[in-house]
């Protein structure tokens, strides 16, 4: 992997044809930006650590919006805690995933940067893009499992032997819904991976809409097995959303081959053991002189000898 690119300072690259960069200065480089991303991490986990109890108060929402968790006074039950040290590393876990979204600007660009100067111009185009679309629909699929996850509460508790009054225990229903956002989100992504088998051309629009009900089947099946919630309403949402968002994709991978005019080939329409038609008129060939058959055969030129081989003192004998 090798760049023509410039050293500008002792950590700093630019584009340049008089230079390549060694693999030591690859691995400089990528210290260097892996440095500056952990830094903002750092300072977003520092954040995160005084925006942690309001992140736990958005976050317990949920379970006191369900009409038994309040008392007689209306303040919502309180969480059990198993250990002295649960409540301490909860509002670390909260800081870090803080730290994380806080500092993602940051440690985004510096991936970025080390990885773009290896890419070609339409590349980083489709990379910008995709990018762009990745971001609200993981942002798209968190907010979808926040809304409906007091559901999913309302269902379990209910349908439980010990009833609504089950005192929760804090770090399993902050990972139930942890896990319940980060799911939703990173499911939202599937139609990036059909758009960009479209974008590449390596499925067309009708070839994505003819593997509908094995798509469907498989949001099912995803849903029922990844979803912590095991009741009817997470499982049954995600799944169609994700069957949503797969119609949504063909859609535009519709529009993307119209644009690009796929279909229109000499070969559309033709099944695999039907021959295409050529469509082009043949020039016309005149016919040569005729040849007597009872004319004497000329004898041929004798053929000269091959010359010598000059051979050479490292010819294998």
Known sequence: MA????????STFERASDGSMTLIEHVRELRDRLFRASLAIVAGLILGFFLAQPAFNLLKEPYCSLPDARDALGNCHQFLQLSPADGFILKLKLALWIGLIAGAPVWLYQLWA???????????????????????????????????????LAFLLEAGVTGLSTQLEVTRYISFVTNM???????????????????TGVASARRLLSWWRAVIFISFAFAAIATPDPGPFGMTLLALSLSLLYFLAVGVAFINDKRRGRGKEVYAGLDDD????????????EAGQRVDATAPVGVPEPIAPPAPIERRYDDMT
């Open 3 to 10: 760049f023509a690119l410039r050293k500008r300072g002792p």
């Open 114 to 152: 080390f990885i773009a100067p290896g890419l070609h111009r339409h590349e980083r185009k489709w990379a910008y893009v995709f990018v762009a679309i990745a971001a609200p629909l993981f942002a798209g699929g968190a907010v979808l499992a926040y809304l409906v996850v007091d559901k999913g």
């Open 181 to 199: 956002i980060l799911l939703f989100g990173v499911a939202f992504e599937f139609p990036l991976i059909l758009l960009m088998l479209n974008f």
């Open 274 to 285: 039907e021959v295409s038609p050529l469509e082009h008129d043949p020039e016309p060939v």
